[in-house]
């Protein structure tokens, strides 16, 4: 049992932190008795835990009668721990001596961490706030130079290390689905639909030039194969042929998607009227915002995709800013569909401070906004679900990958090869961390003349190959509901066996079961945590309803 010692303020984001790093855990109480206190903050406090966690990023009364002499004080600095870099967004502390510890400043190699070691009991001084760093995350995020870094699921991963390398055995519940690695949600957001709603505007326009002078750029600078160019130029000569209706309209790909994604399910952003370009942060949003199609247009298309198991979420326009409108909007979805919950993304990611607070009372179950346009990567630093602090059950669904963001010059302007390399890393990530994979295909994007099909088809085959669920946005929001109705009331240790009693309220559903997984403690004494190599196993057990698991501890 971990026992947190914090300020009331801080309550909120510790109680999701434990959310999300799903182990047993309390507010620290006078008569609490836990293996591991957590002091944040201001807090400190005498207490027989076998190992005490002193996170600060000030100087404390501690330190003083300690010794601990402060090396130096930086904000927005990047630690390195082992073969990763973590970003510390608040000030961050650096210690004298204590050489070779694994968390230090990442250039000056001043160590982060300092540990005071007295028989029964070690404490570590950490030189940041974890919780305000976790704060952070969940409520500003991170920039673009760090986008690529899951922040949150790496501080975890230090808590997680320092409790099994100081000998004190760990259990959680993973934020992995049994029967598979990680979860990936595939998404589309429909912005156009067709190219026949486009005549002589600026989409029109764009198009016809990326067509022909864009592909032949690409096709010179080697990125793309003749038979790109080639469909592109055809596409170009063919549209007078789609205004007549003589030609199909290139633009419409949603059943090609269906024939991509068979087997597999998906979730479909779809925007809820036409011509409305709704508001931006300053005043009316730029008239390019405005979609050119209406939802009752392609109600036929729609129930195929219900059909074939795909979710309908709404794109939403003016959700972000007004309950009122946001209502109107998830009504214009639930009159196609017939869904009680509906998800939102909204069109060109616009949102506030106040953006999941005003959706969460429009009605919405989860949002899947938080993410980027100019870059790809962990926004909220993390690859799970998450509640934001403001909200009381609506779910955020971070965006991780979307294509625009890869291959629009004005953004990361890469090759297709770079891409890929870039998205395996991600793959990699949800492979090692768990949690959830969301990817943003747009509607029009495996046509001309961006023609990202082959990218889209080739991730796909990368996902099935790392064992991935596929999930609608839906599903996955439900799994990762279900895994924080899940508590972990007792572990109790007999010689050869663990039992570990889990309750869970929800019960009876289609979704993966849970996964209990317990942490083995290396076989050693705790003699100073930055001396040796790490390694820790571990073994899981799944379960899908209220009872008593047992382990074998020999494991
Ligand atoms: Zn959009």
Known sequence: ????????????????????????????????????????????QD????????????????????????????SNTVLSYKEDQIPVYGQCLTFHGANAFPLMEVHTREPAACEIASPGQTIVRLGYDLFHEIRHLLTRGQPVTHARI????????????LIVNYSIPLVEIAPVPSGCKFIVCLTHDVDHIGIRNHKFDHTMLGFLYRAIIGSLINFCRGWRPVGYVAANWMAAFSLPFVHLGLAKDFWNQLDRYLDFEKGLTSTFFIIPRKGDSGKGANGPASSKRAARYDIAEIAGQIQRLIAARCEIGLHGIDAWHDAVKGCMELEAIRQITGATDVGVRIHWLFFGDESTATLEKAGFSYDSTVGYNETVGYRAGTSQAFKPLDVEQMLE???????????????????????????????ENAG?????????????????????DDVYVELLEELKSRGAWFATGAEAVSWFRKRRSAVIESVTHDGERIRVKVSLASNGDNLPRLRLRVHKAPAHSNSGFGQREYHTSFIDMDFNESSEVELPSDF
Request: glycine residues 4%; charged residues 25%; aromatic residues 10%.
């Open 1 to 44: 049992m971990i026992g947190v010692l914090a300020d009331d303020a801080e309550h909120s984001v510790i109680s999701e932190f434990f959310e999300l790093f799903k182990t047993p855990w309390e507010f620290y109480r006078s008569n609490s008795r836990c293996d591991v206190l957590i002091c944040s903050g201001k807090q400190f």
């Open 397 to 427: 669904l971070p965006m991780h990958i979307m294509d625009t963001a890869l291959f629009f010059p004005a953004h990361m302007n890469l090759s297709p090869k770079r891409a890929r390399t870039v998205m395996n890393a991600m793959v």
């Open 47 to 74: 207490s027989s835990a076998k190992l005490v966690l002193i996170y600060g990023m000030e100087q404390k009364a501690f330190d003083r009668e300690n010794g601990i002499e402060i090396l130096s004080r930086r």
């Open 150 to 161: 899951p922040t949150l699921e790496l501080h975890i991963a230090v808590l997680r290390d």
């Open 432 to 452: 090692r961390f768990g949690g959830v994979l969301t990817v943003n295909w747009h509607d029009r994007s495996i046509a001309p003349e961006r023609l990202w």
